[in-house]
Antibody, heavy 114, light 107 residues
């Protein structure tokens, strides 16, 4: 399973770091991803990271503002979010897989508002 | 970016009926297409990956077909818990993209 944390209410321009704790599978053998879902909208694949962290991909709208990383020794995934905007408001899901999301967490809510 | 168009937007059916959902891709995605179910207040759940492979624990009433640009998710006989929103998603290239969803509602 995967469990997210770190969501909060933040002002526009602010920063936030999301964390994901993984268990029950060999974390270092799998790509991992962050997928978000804005209220009333479909999911949106934000970023993914290779097993060893050597390759990352970002949605155009977050590139340069968000950074995905992982700590395989601690079975953890992270998303550092800077320069947050109102349209980043969403539930953020930690997902096992780089293109097939076969395990999802319950999500953590990020609200960007003044 | 691959755009996925799902139809219909809403499907009104009764329990026991057959549901047929469509997903059309703006370019060839080979068989790299998946289907997810999302119930209210829950995370999406993988049903089908690579067009026709059922994910672990998914009942046999769910089946997927298609390749290239046209795909179908079929639910052979709707159970009460199947009334939800269904999304298709491609993984042939980046960014991964989802369709806008089909809501299956009780008639």
């Amino acid at each position: 399973q995967v469990v997210e944390s770190g969501g909060d209410l933040v002002q526009p321009g602010g920063s936030l770091r999301l964390s994901c704790a993984a268990s029950g599978f060999p974390f270092n053998n799998h790509w991992m991803s962050w997928v978000r879902q804005a209220p009333g909208k479909g999911p949106e694949w934000v970023a993914n990271i290779k097993k060893d962290g050597s390759e990352v991909n970002y949605l155009d709208s977050v590139r340069g503002r968000f950074t995905i990383s992982r700590d395989n020794a601690k079975n953890s995934l992270f998303l550092q979010m800077n320069s947050l905007r109102a349209d980043d408001t969403a539930v953020y899901y930690c997902v096992k897989g780089g293109g097939i999301g076969d395990v999802w967490g319950q999500g953590t809510t990020v609200t960007v508002s003044s | 970016e691959v755009v996925l168009t799902q139809s219909p937007a809403t499907l009104s059916l009764s329990p026991g009926e057959r549901a047929t959902l469509s997903c059309r891709a703006s370019q060839d995605v080979s068989s790299y297409l998946g289907w997810y179910q999302q119930r209210p207040g829950q995370a999406p759940r993988l049903l089908i990956y690579d067009a026709s492979n059922r994910a672990t624990g998914i009942p046999a009433r769910f089946s997927g077909s298609g390749s290239g640009t046209d795909f179908t998710l079929t639910i052979s006989s709707l159970e009460p818990e199947d009334f939800a929103v269904y999304y298709c998603q491609q993984r042939i290239n980046w960014p991964r993209t989802f369709g806008r969803g089909t809501r299956v509602e009780i008639k």
